[in-house]
Structures are given as structure tokens and as C-alpha cells.
């Protein structure tokens, strides 16, 4: 069973950044694509960026391309969403997600991971 755990969420007013960070378990985590979706209040949960098992390519959501940046450290076994520029609409919960050897577009696909993590809090201020 691979877990999946986040951190570095809170408060930051609007033009801030954030680094979020997410451990995994297991000794597989090459193997994974890992992605980052977040869930605002009353809203369905939305992709933000991913990055495939192999290859460089990252895929990030238009509404964040150019201010996030995903990127990964398999040696600590963690990806990482470095968020800049923060506006108040980024306030949600934002997710990790792996699923092994994924690539493509589908990667953008809430239903095309198989792990979840529980989440951390982004809250942006005006």
C-alpha cells in the first residue's frame, strides 16, 4: 500500500509563495506519476500539474502555467509543487496523487490515480 503525505500549506496574502512538499511510502516511487489537483469549496476537485513516471515533460493546468512549478527528488522520495505569484482563487485544498507508470494526457485525470493523499490547506489572501 502506498501512502502519500503533504505538507506545506496556510496563509499567504495574494503575490506570495509556497513551496508544497509530498512524501511517499514504498520503495517504487520512480515508478509513479505524480500529480497535484486542489478542491475549493463547493467545487469539483481540478488538475494542477503532473509529472510522468520517466521523461521531463510537465503538464500543468492553464491556470497555473507559469507561476507553478512541479518537480521531483527520488531520492527523498518526494514531489514538490512550488507555487509563486499566488492569487486568491488558488485558495483549496490541494492534493498529491501518484498512479504507477503513468504518462500522457491522461494524466490530468482525477480518475486516472490509483493513490491519494489526505491534503493540505492554501489559503490566499486579498
Known amino acids: 500500500q502506498v501512502q502519500l503525505v503533504e505538507s506545506g500549506g496556510g496563509l499567504v496574502q495574494a503575490g506570495g509563495s509556497l513551496r508544497l512538499s509530498c512524501v511517499t511510502s514504498?520503495?517504487?516511487?520512480?515508478?509513479?506519476?505524480m500529480g497535484w489537483f486542489r478542491q475549493a469549496p463547493g467545487k469539483e476537485r481540478e488538475f494542477v500539474a503532473t509529472?510522468?513516471?520517466?521523461?521531463?515533460?510537465?503538464y500543468y493546468a492553464d491556470s497555473v502555467k507559469g507561476r507553478f512549478t512541479i518537480s521531483r527528488d527520488s531520492a527523498k522520495n518526494t514531489v514538490y509543487l512550488e507555487m509563486n505569484s499566488l492569487k486568491p482563487d488558488d485558495s483549496a485544498v490541494y492534493y498529491c496523487a501518484a498512479i504507477p507508470w503513468g504518462i500522457g494526457p491522461s494524466l490530468s485525470r482525477v480518475g486516472e490515480y490509483k493513490y491519494w493523499g489526505q491534503g493540505t490547506q492554501v489559503t490566499v489572501s486579498s
Open positions: 514504498g520503495r517504487t516511487f520512480s515508478s509513479y506519476a
Open positions: 509529472i510522468p513516471w520517466r521523461g521531463t515533460s510537465t
